[in-house]
T-cell receptor, first 115, second 115 residues
């Protein structure tokens, strides 16, 4: 079965550089979530999209922005990178159901290292 | 604000032992609860999803229970094996007014099964 695809899998950047992370949801999933997991931490919600519109926002720095495109893939853009941005970034997708939530399917993550 | 707590933070057991991991949440108005497994530096693997109307869910040697009224869930692992060594995370969806349900994670239980 198709899974959530994230690219790149690993990324190394210098401080103050920019980075773009991509997420391709499972086919026919119209909702995308982004999470950040710092070293030794639990995943923290950043932002979500439904039908190409931002639907919820968590602890996402102003230096970060994201969008969902017409083919439902999503990109997380990170500027002015800081050492503290080094983390594992997960994307998850789910189908939207009117009567209940459904499981979120997680991608393998992108490991961002800021030097 | 939903808070998820997992006890213990770490657990070390000999191979073959049955064990229980605990998860508690502060807001009992949840739609479901999900247990994940995470190997070091790797992605999140969904183990079990229990809907709020269910009491328990089983998959192989894993059994998860949910007591929504008391805000608790347990993950029971039978006949543990060294390959079960990983961090186990529980997560519950919460909604801040939009149409999507971000997951709030516990900090996880680091399980080590010794041969």
């Amino acid at each position: 079965a198709a899974g959530v695809i994230q690219s790149p899998r690993h990324l190394i950047k210098e401080k103050r550089e920019t980075a773009t992370l991509k997420c391709y949801p499972i086919p026919r999933h119209d909702t995308v979530y982004w999470y950040q997991q710092g070293p030794g931490q639990d995943p923290q919600f950043l932002i979500s999209f439904y039908e190409k519109m931002q639907s919820d926002k968590g602890s996402i720095p102003d230096r970060f922005s994201a969008q969902q495109f017409s083919d439902y893939h999503s990109e997380l853009n990170m500027s002015s990178l800081e050492l503290g941005d080094s983390a594992l970034y997960f994307c998850a997708s789910s189908p939207l159901r009117e009567d209940s939530t459904d499981t979120q399917y997680f991608g393998p993550g992108t490991r961002l290292t800021v030097l | 604000k939903q808070e998820v707590t997992q006890i213990p933070a770490a657990l070390s057991v000999p191979e073959g032992e049955n064990l229980v991991l605990n998860c508690s949440f502060t807001d009992s108005a949840i739609y479901n609860l999900q247990w994940f497994r995470q190997d070091p530096g790797k992605g999140l693997t969904s183990l079990l999803l229990i809907q709020s109307s269910q009491r328990e869910q089983t998959s192989g040697r894993l059994n998860a229970s949910l007591d929504k009224s008391s805000g608790r869930s347990t993950l029971y692992i039978a006949a543990s094996q060294p390959g079960d060594s990983a961090t186990y995370l529980c997560a519950v969806p919460s909604n801040s007014g939009g149409s999507n349900y971000k997951l709030t994670f516990g900090k996880g239980t680091l399980l080590t099964v010794n041969p």
